[in-house]
């Protein structure tokens, strides 16, 4: 349960339809019955004045933000101290996983400029494929998930990719 950051009285109640998710599920373990040992890469790449940075997500969790103790660095003025975090959300029927991004710390504190996911403002986002996340005014993210390191999306030949 998360706290307002407005009111510490208020808390949040994040709700998902179980239809949705029980769709997802079942294609996820589809999925994983045709592909067994397929390996899935999770990557961060982060637009930062015309330049590419690529992030291997292999961690369970991921803090991002301007401080220097974050796990992902984002030097920018319209980022906050401890802007969001990434979690990683297991899949226990397929063993499988994805991403899930928060705005704010740890603690419940929301970022000052907000965390907004395919132009529209979020405060939790289960990443999908090919999802843009825009940290503050300049700095964009792309999170791709695929089996392939020859992915075009990435064009690992000119980015070298990181892992944390």
Same mark, same amino acid.
């Given at each position: 349960?998360?706290? $307002?950051?407005? @009111? ?24 994983? +019955? ?45 980022? $906050?101290?401890?802007?969001?975090? +990434? ?16 705005? !704010?710390?740890?603690? !419940?504190?929301? @970022? ?6 395919? !132009?529209?403002? $979020? ?12 940290? !503050? ?28």
């Amino acid at each position: 349960m998360l706290h $307002s950051p407005n @009111s510490p009285e208020e808390e949040y109640t994040i709700a998902f339809s179980r239809k949705d998710k029980k769709a997802a599920s079942t294609a996820r373990n589809i999925e994983a +019955l045709i592909h067994p040992n397929r390996q899935t890469y999770h990557i961060l790449a982060i637009e930062i004045d015309q330049k590419k940075q690529l992030i291997s997500l292999e961690d369970a969790t991921y803090t991002i933000g301007r401080h220097k103790a974050n796990a992902i660095v984002l030097d920018d003025q319209t980022i $906050s101290r401890n802007h969001a975090f +990434l979690l990683r959300i297991c899949d226990v029927n397929t063993k499988q996983h994805t991403f899930r991004i928060i705005d !704010g710390d740890l603690n !419940g504190k929301r @970022s000052q400029n907000g965390l907004w996911v395919n !132009g529209k403002r $979020s405060f939790i986002h289960d990443l999908q494929d090919h999802d843009v996340v825009s940290f !503050g005014e300049h700095i964009h993210a792309t999170y791709v998930s695929t089996s392939s390191l020859t992915d075009p999306r990435i064009d690992i030949e000119e980015n070298k990719v990181q892992s944390l």
